[in-house]
């Protein structure tokens, strides 16, 4: 917190979002202040452009600006100034190879790394370390210094096996002392070891560093030397390199600073299950089952704050002061966009330029200052702003009740004339009486379990809500008896007045239970338009689907039929005039319920279309009459039972009946059997109404159709004869028949 503002910091502390914010600083890449400046629009569009892409977390940083600034005085930077610089160099090229599609994706494209890093990133490994086998001669030396240590090793182990020196050896260990190795001996060693003294135990003992392995020593000092030479002529050399590129340099420290913001929020944000409020361009404030992070198993809170004051009263630790914490808290966390816990698709948070939380008692000892003078002091600053959000706990705090009403009553109606919005916290309903009438007022109560005699931190809009003062006294065991005799003393009157504060509470809480009955069916009813209404789209697009069919299936008939009219060969046409009535689309058949068939005996009545006759023989499916002295087979669905027979029950039957013609018959993609039937109808028609001539096309094709109607013909009791039909009425695709 060390970054934030002295007033941030303390209204993070008064909402108890230190440890919240502690927690989100841990995703930080470098350590810098959590409040994002600027345009909050833009930066919300960002990280919701980045929450929807998956990205590895940057390596730690740290801030660019001494590296600038000694690049400016020409100066040379340390081999970990340099990798800082190359590690974000990288993540940015990370960044750019993704090829991220969308706002994230433009905004690498603006990020073009000059050339001159790839040559430097060659020399650093992932931990930041510089390869020296990159450079022949650091190489050579690195072995060198490898070679001398082993021999210096060596020699050491050797001393530790002569037998002169074993009794003064208090272990058989190389100790490093000051980076020199040692060997760790009794007093008296200088009879038997040459060597300075470069340390002493609590015990008395020495850390003795031999003469034997000094030309060593020496000649690795020197190799180190050259080594550190070859260092910083590439460290000069990087540095040369680097400082034209110090206005790039910046721009990435900026850049990536933004971009730090942005991650550690999402990654906060994704591994919490927390969501990021985008502040709206108004001052209501909707939360939606928001859980302030700082209770360990929080009940999710509702509300609903479009005035200007919310009064907020009821029993005594029922999670009032909460309340307005949780409230200001999910303000100052969307005005920074810092992730919370809440339902985003159903909360909204407008835009404050400045919150306060007027919170602790602010009496002081040091200062001469009682707890209601303090409080004067408090709002006297709060007059100095406009436009800010104000939390206002136990606003009465210090003085008598009903003077403090009063007072605060004008005092914050003064503070709402200056565009402030007021949440209070409050025991006494003399100040909430004196503002419940205004419109602009809103009144939400703690509710309390008088079974379990226990707060249940929740909360009812629109109610004052009683203070369960004995009842509190009571839960945290004072005596019963003192508790009767306060109620006592309380009156009667007031006692009366708490009745009908907690009956209005329950008629509003029986009130909130039924509208949510109401909103429970009316989202029922609204699921089941929805389904009604996908079902009338889905059922449109199907009857689309099949009139689009059928249009193109008769669209391709009355193509063939064209090209079949185009011909002179009166065989080919039917052949053409057949293969389009095949692509027609074949109708379903319609199914409709078959009337009682109606049994017929000999010598019967009976009616068969506008003629009477008597029934000679009966079958299975026809009959033969005699009308008129001429005898017809018809079928029995045609006749209809003449005279004075019991009647049937009356079955309704509607059907498409096709229009016929009165002197052609066509058969044309009929199978045989169909074909005789409409033949067999067709002549009985012919001859009631008659016709003594008529036409049956029955086209050529592979002459199956042909000769079944030639024996059907020949069989017919009323045909005197038939031939083929002239050229220009069908040829041999047609039948003139005789009656």
């Not at 990536?256 to 913001?261: C, K, P, S, T």
């Amino acid at each position: 917190m060390s970054h934030l503002s002295t007033n941030l910091t303390e209204l993070f502390a008064k909402l108890d979002l230190l440890a919240h914010l502690q927690a989100l600083e841990h995703f930080f890449s470098r350590s810098q202040s959590i409040a994002l400046q600027g345009d909050q629009e833009r930066h919300f569009r960002y990280i919701d452009a980045l929450d929807a892409l998956e990205f590895k977390a940057p390596p730690k940083s740290v801030s660019f600006e001494g590296s600038i600034n000694h690049l400016k005085k020409q100066g040379v930077l340390r081999f970990e100034d340099i990798f800082e610089i190359i590690k974000i160099v990288r993540y940015f090229r990370h960044l750019r190879n993704h090829e991220f599609s969308g706002l994230i994706g433009e905004w690498m494209e603006t990020i073009r790394i000059p050339e001159q890093f790839s040559e430097m990133d060659e020399f650093f490994d992932e931990g930041g370390n510089f390869i020296e086998s990159r450079d022949e001669e650091l190489h050579r030396i690195g072995h060198r210094i490898k070679a001398i240590k082993t021999e210096i090793n060596e020699s050491m182990k050797r001393l530790l096996h002569t037998q002169k020196l074993h009794p003064y050896l208090v272990d058989t260990q190389i100790h490093y002392i000051n980076d020199e190795e040692c060997l760790l001996v009794r007093g008296g060693f200088n009879h038997v070891l040459k060597g300075s003294i470069v340390g002493r135990t609590g015990a008395g003992f020495f850390y003795v560093a031999p003469d034997s392995v000094l030309r060593s020593k020496e000649q690795l000092r020197y190799v180190n030397q050259e080594r550190d030479t070859l260092l910083y002529a590439y460290a000069k050399k990087f540095s040369a390199k680097l400082s034209p590129l110090v206005p790039f340099i910046g721009f990435i420290d900026r850049e990536f600073e933004r971009y730090d913001h942005y991650q550690a929020r999402v990654l906060f944000a994704r591994a919490h299950n927390y969501a990021i409020l985008k502040p709206q361009n108004n001052s209501a404030v909707i939360l939606e089952e928001f859980s302030h992070p700082a209770i360990a198993k929080p009940k999710p809170i509702s509300v609903e704050f479009r005035g200007n004051l919310l009064m907020i009263t009821g029993v005594n630790a029922g999670g009032k002061t909460m309340l307005l914490k949780s409230i200001i808290s999910a303000c100052a966390m969307a005005k920074y966009l810092i992730p919370m816990k809440i339902n985003p698709h159903k909360s909204r948070i407008g835009s404050f330029k400045r919150l306060e939380a007027v919170i602790d008692d602010p009496q002081s000892v040091s200062n001469d200052i009682s707890t209601f003078a303090g409080r004067m002091v408090q709002f006297s600053h709060l007059f100095e702003h406009k436009s800010a959000l104000v939390g206002v706990d136990e606003i009465e705090l210090g003085t008598d009740s009903d003077e403090a009403a009063a007072l605060f009553a004008i005092v914050l109606d003064e503070l709402i004339k200056r565009g402030q919005k007021i949440i209070v916290t409050t025991h006494h309903k003399r100040l909430a009486a004196l503002m419940a009438d205004r419109d602009d007022v809103e009144l939400m109560a703690a509710l309390y379990d008088e079974e379990r005699r226990l707060p249940t931190y929740e909360f009812l809009q629109g109610v004052i809500g009683k203070s369960y003062a004995f009842e509190t006294a009571a839960r945290y065991g004072i005596n019963p008896a003192i508790i009767t005799r306060a109620k006592s003393l309380y009156g009667e009157n007031h006692e009366k007045l708490s009745v009908l504060i907690e009956r209005g509470s329950e008629l509003e809480r029986e009130l909130k239970r039924k509208n949510r009955e109401v909103d429970e069916r009316l989202e029922t009813l609204k699921s089941q338009e929805a389904a009604l209404k996908e079902a009338r789209e889905y059922l449109r697009v199907e009857l689309d689907a099949e009139k689009s069919k059928l249009r193109a299936g008769y669209d391709e008939a009355i193509r063939e039929a064209k090209e079949a009219a185009r011909g002179h060969d009166m065989a080919a046409i039917h052949r053409q005039l057949n293969k389009a009535q095949a692509k027609l689309p074949k109708p379903e058949p319609i199914k409709i319920a078959e009337p009682e068939p109606i049994r017929y005996e000999v010598g019967q009545s009976v009616k068969y279309r506008t003629q009477r006759g008597t029934v000679v023989s009966v079958g299975a499916k026809d009959a033969m009459i005699e009308v008129e002295g001429m005898r017809l087979r018809v079928k029995l669905t045609d006749l209809k039972p003449s005279g004075n027979l019991p009647k049937k029950p009356k079955v309704t039957v509607t059907s498409q009946i096709e229009q016929k013609s009165g002197l052609k018959l066509d058969l044309h993609g009929l199978r045989g059997e169909e074909a005789c039937e409409r033949m067999d109808k067709f002549l009985s028609d012919a001859l009631l109404q008659g016709f003594d001539e008529v036409i049956i096309y029955h086209g050529i094709g592979t002459g199956k159709l042909s000769y079944a109607v030639k024996e059907f013909l020949k069989a017919h009791p009323s045909v005197k004869s038939f031939t083929d039909a002239p050229q220009h009425l069908g040829g041999f695709g047609a039948k003139i028949v005789r009656l």
